[in-house]
Every structure is written in structure tokens, then in C-alpha cells.
Antibody, heavy 120, light 107 residues
């Protein structure tokens, strides 16, 4: 069955870097658009970034452009989010999610989330 | 970027009530709209895509409608497990954007 499992979250100082991973199983990551979404404590969902199927074309929300990079490793069937220049306001649970092919671009599978805390 | 405005931000209702949540897009998105349900400490769950198509496994008391800029999510007869936060998301253009959410609470 389809499963997404995030890892790599933790505590990091302001200005620091962190790399999140999302291991996919039950499907091939390269066949789907994949996204990262985050949720600050007590707040709503924020879409962060997307990488398209087959080609490595990426899109980002303005508030992470130039700081975050989405990528994937097809051999490991894994998605990544490299985060640099972290700020306190980046503190959130980070989810990876799949844009389903038959669901008009909606996110049909989500990981359990990885908590990133940016604090000195 | 397309802004998504949800209303109300919170609503109190009782089991058996009918509830409608509204989502408006800042520009026309045809039917490129999804609805999600999120419970505390859990990842969101897809309920509806393409504005009105129920994701498999979602109870038929959930329904969606709308086109262009105005969309609604209706729960016809609230069940105890429906008390959660609901989000709309436009899937027309990048960057994808979510509404701020509607918290459905027990009255």
C-alpha cells in the first residue's frame, strides 16, 4: 500500500540548516508530482514546494524561495527538502504529500509529519 | 498567487446538524479545488477533489459544489467523528494555496 514516512526533523538554531527526507513505498515517486506542506503550531496548512513527475521542474512558495530546495532520489524512491537560513517562523510540522494523478492535483496521500523547531 | 478565503473560521454545531463551509478563490480556478479534513495531531485527509468528487471511502454525507471562484463543502448530518478542521486548496496553479481553515466544534 502507499506509504510516506518523513524523517530528519529536530531542533536547529536560527540561521542553521536541516534536510528532511520522505521515503515512499507502494508507488514510484517519479510517476507523481510530490509536495511539501507545513503547519506551524496551532496554525493552518502552508504549501511550500512541489517537484513534477519525470522532470525535475520545481515550484516554491515565495516565503521559502532561495532558502529551501526540493529534490528527489529515484533510486531510493525518496523526496527531500533541504532547508537553509532557518528562522523561528519556520518552526512547524512538515508533511510530504503526493499529488494524485486521478484526483485533479489533490493531495491523496500524506506522511505523518516531521517536527522542525528553530530556536536558540 | 491565488488567495483562498474560507468562512467561517469556526462553527459550532450539534450531531445531526447540516453544516456548510464556504471557500472563495481570488481568481477563477474552474473546478480545481480540493477539501481536506484534519484532526488534532494527524495529517490531513482528502475528502473531495475537482470541487465535487468524493474521494473513495469518504461517507456520502460529505458533498462539495461550486465552480470558478465560489465553492462549498456541506456535511448533511454531522456525526461525532466529523468534528475537525477543514481546509480548501486550489489545485489550478502553482504555488498551490490553502484556505486558513474552518474549525468545526461541538455545540
Amino acid at each position: 500500500q502507499v506509504q510516506l514516512v518523513e524523517s530528519g526533523g529536530g531542533l536547529v538554531k536560527p540561521g542553521g540548516s536541516l534536510r528532511l527526507s520522505c521515503a515512499a513505498s507502494g508507488f514510484s515517486l517519479s510517476d507523481y508530482y510530490m509536495s511539501w506542506i507545513r503547519q506551524a503550531p496551532g496554525k493552518g496548512l502552508e504549501w511550500i514546494a512541489n517537484i513534477r513527475s519525470e522532470v525535475d521542474y520545481t515550484d516554491y512558495a515565495d516565503f521559502v524561495k532561495g532558502r529551501f530546495t526540493i529534490s528527489r532520489d529515484k533510486t531510493k524512491n525518496s523526496l527531500f527538502l533541504q532547508m537553509t537560513g532557518l528562522r523561528a517562523e519556520d518552526t512547524a510540522v512538515y508533511y510530504c504529500a503526493r499529488e494524485g494523478i486521478t484526483v485533479a492535483g489533490a493531495l491523496d496521500y500524506w506522511g505523518q509529519g516531521a517536527l522542525v523547531t528553530v530556536s536558540s | 498567487d491565488i488567495q483562498m478565503t474560507q468562512s467561517p473560521s469556526a462553527v459550532s454545531a450539534s450531531v445531526g446538524d447540516r453544516v456548510t463551509i464556504t471557500c472563495r478563490a481570488s481568481q477563477a480556478i474552474n473546478s480545481w479545488l480540493a477539501w481536506y479534513q484534519q484532526k488534532p495531531g494527524k495529517a490531513p485527509k482528502l475528502l473531495i477533489y475537482a470541487a465535487s468528487t468524493l474521494q473513495r471511502g469518504v461517507p456520502s454525507r460529505f458533498s462539495g459544489s461550486g465552480f470558478g471562484t465560489h465553492f462549498t463543502l456541506t456535511i448533511s448530518s454531522l456525526q461525532p467523528e466529523d468534528f475537525a478542521t477543514y481546509y480548501c486548496q486550489q489545485t489550478d496553479k502553482f504555488p498551490r494555496t490553502f484556505g486558513l481553515g474552518t474549525k468545526l466544534e461541538i455545540k
